[in-house]
T-cell receptor, first 117, second 110 residues
Framework: DTGVSQNPRHKITKRGQNVTFRCDPI?????LYWYRQTLGQGPEFLTY????????KSRLLSDRFSAERPKGSFSTLEIQRTEQGDSAMYLC???????????????FGQGTRLTVV | RKEVEQDPGPFNVPEGATVAFNCTYS??????FFWYRQDCRKEPKLLMS???SGNEDGRFTAQLNRASQYISLLIRDSKLSDSATYLC???????????FGTGTQLKVEL
């Protein structure tokens, strides 16, 4: 399977614990996005990377959230001191940006469903 | 005002019906527009891009009205398999993130 891969698929954690999610994008894609989606809503932008550089972060991304893409390939999203309001589906997407900012279709992974109890 | 607004539905239509969804966006500098489809508990997938001149892909037609800042999706001859949530997506000019609407739920019934 050469699509976007996310792990784990599901995560249940107690409030106050830290969690980390991983995203493996399509191998030649240089752009990687993180989104969050709750029931009945569309995906909300969190942050994106161009290669290893984190270029934009949403105001939704509080200090408890941190994302990395150390080698410009896979990315991790960490949530510290989880709260019940963090319960959501966390989606990763990747795309290829070629010269002049031409951006191909963004492909999404199947997401990590987080439940904070 | 939300950046991208859609009627959440649900739209319940009989098989074979024609159904249309609209979406409005607030940023007049937006450059790129898309419709994504999302099945229950699945990831969003690109259905089609929306071009200024309007475009068609089989039973699906997308149109863009820049003056009124709205996008539409028309589905003809609805199939049961068209049941899903349709997400309107806008990419602001000068920006790189995709901004999603809340989605419109479609249920096609026998």
């Amino acid at each position: 399977d050469t699509g976007v891969s996310q792990n784990p698929r599901h995560k249940i954690t107690k409030r106050g614990q830290n969690v980390t999610f991983r995203c493996d994008p399509i191998s030649e894609h240089n752009r990687l996005y993180w989104y969050r989606q709750t029931l009945g809503q569309g995906p909300e932008f969190l942050t994106y990377f161009q290669n290893e550089a984190q270029l934009e972060k949403s105001r939704l991304l509080s200090d408890r959230f941190s994302a990395e893409r150390p080698k410009g390939s896979f990315s991790t999203l960490e949530i510290q001191r989880t709260e019940q309001g963090d319960s959501a589906m966390y989606l990763c997407a990747s795309s290829l940006v070629e010269g002049e900012g031409k951006n191909t279709e963004a492909f999404f992974g199947q997401g990590t469903r987080l439940t904070v109890v | 005002r939300k950046e991208v607004e859609q009627d959440p539905g649900p739209f319940n239509v009989p098989e074979g019906a024609t159904v249309a969804f609209n979406c409005t966006y607030s940023n007049s500098a937006s450059q790129s527009f898309f419709w994504y489809r999302q099945d229950c508990r699945k990831e969003p997938k690109l259905l089609m891009s929306v071009y200024s001149s309007g475009n068609e892909d089989g039973r699906f037609t997308a149109q863009l009205n820049r003056a009124s800042q709205y996008i539409s999706l028309l589905i003809r001859d609805s199939k049961l398999s068209d049941s899903a949530t349709y997400l309107c997506v806008v990419k602001p000019g000068g920006g790189n993130k995709l901004t999603f609407g809340t989605g419109t739920q479609l249920k096609v019934e026998l």
